[in-house]
């Protein structure tokens, strides 16, 4: 609330809001990842991962109406696809894909003119990133290495900027992935990739 604010005070309105925060516990062991029950770090985690873009973006509408602007929401391949050792964060990254595309759709159900653009981020070069593409075996894969983190800010910026209702990065990888996932899970080539035995 006290960002918003801020940033209405000093610009006297916001044209843009990108929503990319992550709070996590992951330090350097991927094991970290895994579900292990822990229900209060889960409601901590649901409220800075999830809740928060909600609030942030319902606090910034009003002034986003008034410069008819943009709320870029930066998810992930995980919340498409659902990564084994990533089940609280693959949760968080679909339910905000859920939430902002039928914000999307109710924004112009009422006639308010606020794009909403919602990012599908594959492996970046960050410590999370590192971390999970390192356990599922695909940090030396060129096609799902970590990728650049400067390229994806602009990809992100630039889908704002057009209004895109999604963008992907890594384009093809993680275009590919979300779209054929389902049809080709079962497939050995999948399975291993993710290090699944059974789906």
Same mark, same amino acid.
């Given at each position: ?62 002034? $986003?109406?008034? =410069? ?7 998810? *992930?391949? &995980?919340?498409? %696809?659902?990564?084994? +050792?990533? /089940? ?49 075996? $695909?940090?030396? =894969? ?7 983190? *400067?390229? &994806?800010?602009? %990809?992100?910026?630039? +889908?704002? /900027? ?38």
């Amino acid at each position: 609330e006290r960002s918003i604010k801020t940033a209405l005070d000093k610009f006297g309105g916001l044209d843009v809001l990108v929503v990319n925060h992550l709070a996590t516990r992951i330090e350097n062991n991927a094991a970290e990842l895994y579900w292990d029950g822990d229900m209060d770090g889960a409601e901590e985690f649901v409220q800075t991962n999830f809740l928060s873009y909600i609030r942030l973006a319902s606090l910034a509408l009003p002034s $986003l109406n008034k =410069s008819n602007g943009s709320i870029v929401v930066v998810g *992930s391949i &995980a919340g498409k %696809v659902g990564l084994p +050792g990533a /089940a609280l964060y693959s949760g968080i990254k679909s339910g905000l894909d859920g939430f902002f595309s039928v914000l999307q759709k109710e924004l112009t159900l009422q006639k308010v003119n606020v794009s909403v653009t919602y990012a599908v981020l594959g492996f970046i070069d960050t410590t999370p990133g590192e971390l999970v593409a390192k356990m599922l075996r $695909l940090d030396n =894969s060129p096609l799902f290495a970590p990728a650049s983190t *400067s390229e &994806a800010a602009r %990809v992100v910026i630039k +889908g704002g /900027a057009t209004r895109q209702t999604e963008v992907y990065y890594p384009w093809f990888s993680v275009w590919a992935m979300t779209k054929f996932f389902e049809m080709y899970r079962n497939l050995p080539v999948i399975s291993n990739l993710l290090g699944i035995t059974a789906l």
